[in-house]
């Protein structure tokens, strides 16, 4: 089995703001000295896991990313006739094994059922939890603290395995990720543009002037560049060598980064998009990115496609990183929508098999 598998994406996004920043307009990013739209790898790599498709494929199979599992406990506990006090104390002690309480006294919005940083619970865990919950309710007496050892290996849970898990506070249960994600460009210059728009209020039928409402929102349109490397190795180690869950992990994850986009703002655009372009790679070769290809950025003329030149430009610099490295990879397979080349099933197949 060839340790790496590298997909390169290209997708169009029409006028969309699929991911914001801090000011809420479009992400951007400065490359090859011009600006281009960006979209970052968390904000895709969220999009992904808690997509229904990967959701339907991986069922029993994903985590939790959560600061509330304290408050999940507390209020089973007291669902079960655990009294308020004693609730909120053992449901502290099961948080706290997951990181640094967000309060250890300020029991206002039950701050002090929280933890500080996000944990990604395992299903296993999340088992564990549960069990000891019903346990404490069974017998009506705190944890000890072999039961509070509730932290352990991930090896069911597929999103965990891809992406990878950090507790600051516990780094012997930390996961190296399987799938390294990139911030998407555009492979041309990009500019952020500003909707200025207003509503009708319906009921305003007397020929009152002016809007019911008006504002402004940042958008921005263009075809992006899309990388991942995949140690399929490491992803089947995560999973406890578990070759059939493996596969179907793969699977899900192709199934998914070339339907999926991010849900930024879908209802006022609409902006869903399937990947036309797919480059596939495997091989036991030192992974490398192509976004080489786009450090100038892509500028047809005339009648000139944009797509094709992004993947005459893409598959260009594959062949050059060849001609002066060495076969760059074993295998390769080409989705391209355009041609009407290729097929999601074939490359699903290349990939995970």
């Given at each position: 089995?060839s340790?790496?598998?590298?997909?390169?994406l290209?997708?169009s996004?029409?006028?969309?703001?699929?991911?914001?920043?801090d000011?809420?307009?479009?992400?951007?990013?400065?490359v090859?000295d011009?600006?281009?739209?960006?979209?970052?790898?968390q904000?895709?790599?969220?999009?992904?896991?808690?997509?229904?498709?990967f959701?339907?494929?991986l069922a029993?199979n994903?985590?939790?990313?959560?600061k509330?599992m304290?408050?999940e406990?507390?209020?089973?506990?007291?669902?079960?006739?655990?009294?308020?006090?004693?609730?909120?104390?053992?449901?502290r002690?099961?948080?706290?094994?997951?990181?640094?309480?967000?309060?250890?006294k300020n029991?206002?919005?039950?701050?002090?059922?929280?933890?500080?940083?996000?944990?990604h619970f395992s299903?296993?865990?999340?088992e564990?939890?549960?069990?000891?919950?019903q346990?404490?309710?069974?017998?009506k007496?705190?944890?000890?603290?072999?039961?509070?050892?509730l932290l352990?290996?991930?090896r069911?849970?597929v999103?965990?395995?891809?992406?990878g898990?950090?507790?600051?506070d516990?780094?012997?249960?930390?996961?190296?990720a399987a799938v390294?994600?990139?911030?998407?460009?555009?492979v041309?210059?990009?500019a952020?543009?500003?909707?200025?728009?207003?509503?009708v209020d319906?009921?305003?039928?007397?020929?009152?002037?002016?809007?019911?409402?008006?504002?402004?929102?940042?958008?921005?349109?263009?075809?992006?560049?899309?990388?991942?490397?995949?140690?399929?190795e490491?992803?089947a180690?995560?999973?406890?060598?578990?070759a059939?869950?493996t596969?179907?992990?793969?699977?899900?994850?192709?199934?998914t980064?070339?339907?999926?986009?991010?849900?930024g703002?879908?209802n006022?655009?609409?902006?869903?998009?399937y990947?036309g372009?797919?480059?596939?790679e495997?091989g036991?070769?030192?992974?490398r990115?192509?976004?080489?290809?786009?450090?100038k950025p892509?500028?047809?003329?005339?009648?000139?496609?944009?797509?094709d030149?992004?993947?005459?430009?893409?598959e260009?610099?594959c062949k050059?990183?060849?001609?002066?490295?060495?076969?760059?990879?074993?295998?390769?397979?080409t989705?391209?929508?355009?041609?009407?080349?290729?097929?999601?099933?074939?490359?699903?197949?290349?990939?995970?098999?």
């Amino acid at each position: 089995m060839s340790r790496f598998v590298q997909l390169h994406l290209l997708t169009s996004y029409p006028p969309s703001n699929l991911n914001r920043d801090d000011t809420g307009r479009p992400k951007t990013a400065l490359v090859g000295d011009a600006n281009r739209l960006r979209v970052s790898s968390q904000s895709q790599k969220r999009a992904w896991r808690t997509s229904e498709g990967f959701e339907a494929a991986l069922a029993g199979n994903l985590g939790t990313r959560t600061k509330r599992m304290g408050k999940e406990v507390f209020d089973a506990l007291k669902a079960g006739g655990i009294d308020e006090k004693n609730a909120r104390e053992w449901a502290r002690l099961v948080a706290r094994q997951f990181g640094k309480p967000k309060s250890e006294k300020n029991t206002e919005n039950d701050a002090d059922l929280e933890i500080e940083q996000l944990a990604h619970f395992s299903p296993e865990e999340k088992e564990a939890i549960q069990a000891l919950t019903q346990a404490l309710i069974a017998r009506k007496d705190k944890p000890t603290d072999d039961e509070l050892k509730l932290l352990g290996q991930p090896r069911r849970a597929v999103d965990i395995a891809m992406f990878g898990r950090m507790l600051a506070d516990a780094a012997e249960h930390n996961m190296e990720a399987a799938v390294q994600v990139a911030h998407a460009i555009t492979v041309h210059k990009a500019a952020v543009e500003d909707d200025y728009f207003s509503a009708v209020d319906d009921l305003n039928t007397k020929g009152d002037t002016g809007a019911g409402h008006i504002g402004e929102r940042g958008y921005g349109a263009g075809l992006f560049y899309l990388y991942l490397c995949i140690d399929r190795e490491l992803l089947a180690k995560n999973l406890g060598g578990d070759a059939a869950l493996t596969h179907r992990a793969l699977a899900a994850l192709v199934d998914t980064v070339t339907k999926v986009s991010p849900t930024g703002m879908q209802n006022s655009f609409a902006s869903r998009a399937y990947a036309g372009y797919v480059l596939a790679e495997k091989g036991n070769q030192q992974p490398r990115s192509l976004v080489q290809a786009f450090l100038k950025p892509v500028k047809p003329h005339g009648d000139e496609s944009m797509f094709d030149k992004a993947v005459d430009a893409l598959e260009a610099r594959c062949k050059n990183f060849d001609a002066v490295y060495g076969a760059c990879a074993d295998g390769r397979f080409t989705l391209n929508v355009e041609k009407a080349q290729g097929s999601l099933q074939a490359l699903t197949a290349f990939v995970a098999d």
